[in-house]
């Protein structure tokens, strides 16, 4: 297995709706498209996307370190499929430069599991596709009235699973929402709440003695609130969280092969993984999709609420973002044989 020509597109879509990514509110989602032949003649892609507020490097940093350390690895090497090991950085085809950046490394493993794939294609992929449920993202918002119209919507849509950031209004705000869409659901309502780390102690004070009446599947990463479940945590490659009540797995940060070793650790802890994403376009989705299904041993409803902030692409997008999911056999073919 090896890869002949290696070449890059950068592109710059634009957001459904203004959107704030930690302190930044970029005005476009920013991303490569990396593009390899093998020596066969057949056609790889990867994306190389770092979201501003989840990676620490930009498109430009990111770019730069894989024109000046990884490119030409990719094409000087031939890869032994024997040193397949799904938990090891490249799957152990590469000896990689210390320091590299996980959007770096997540599109390096993307073009190898699409060649692996290529040459192997029944060793590499499901049994079967995978019908999966998935969750909505829904930013509460200030005007109550435009917040509650956008939840009956998604409501609508088949959504039963609602990610909501929390802790930017008044808490009161929020939970008279939340309160009314649960009234609503009569019961089918589930609920993950994020409040970024960023809730002050008067909130704080205020969930802790309103959240019993809301049917939360869990906090992420807020101190002080329980169930927990870890998100930013993970990144640290010496995270451990064993306590927590779910770990949120986000692919394109972590790199591929550390998203399996974490759900492979967290089947051994009896942990639920739930599959996030960092705004990435249908390629990154479908791949780290997959990922999930080969290696999840208790599946949970998608984190792909985040689709419908861009705009639809050539791998689909749009369908990750559905109150269903469908997961292919196989991580990267289109059309009749997915």
Known sequence: MSFQTISVRQESLPW?????????????????VITAWDSEGRRHEAE????????????????????RQVETLLTANAF???????????????????GLFRSVLTAVEQLLLSLAQAEHPEE?????????????LLALQADAEKGWQEFLQLWGAG?????????????????????????????????RLDANRG?????????QSHQASLPIAYWEEAAGLRPQALDETLWDDDAAGSEAAAWILKPTRLGLSRTIALLKDAANQGIPCVLSNAFDSGLSLRAS???????????????????????????????WGRAEV?????????????
């Open 16 to 32: 459904s709706w203004p959107l704030r990514l930690g302190a930044q509110m970029p005005q476009n989602r920013l991303r490569a």
């Open 48 to 67: 190389l996307a770092p979201c501003p507020g989840v990676h620490p490097e930009n498109l430009e940093e990111a770019l730069g370190q894989w024109h």
């Open 80 to 98: 032994a499929p024997e040193r397949w090991n799904w938990t090891r950085p490249a799957f152990g085809l590469l000896d990689l430069p210390s």
């Open 124 to 136: 590499f992929s499901l049994p079967a596709a995978v019908m999966m449920e998935g969750s909505a």
């Open 159 to 191: 959504f039963r699973v609602f990610k909501c950031k929390v802790g930017r209004l008044p808490a009161r705000h929020e939970y008279d929402l939340l309160q009314r869409m649960n009234v609503h659901a009569a019961g089918h309502l589930r609920l």
């Open 199 to 207: 809730m002050d102690q008067e909130g704080l004070h205020f969930w």
């Open 289 to 319: 999709a997959w990922i999930y299904a080969a290696f999840c041993a208790n599946p949970q409803p998608l984190g792909y609420g985040t689709t419908r902030f861009l705009p639809a692409d050539s791998w689909d997008s749009e369908t």
């Open 326 to 338: 469908l997961i292919p056999r196989h991580p990267f073919s289109q059309g009749k044989d997915a």
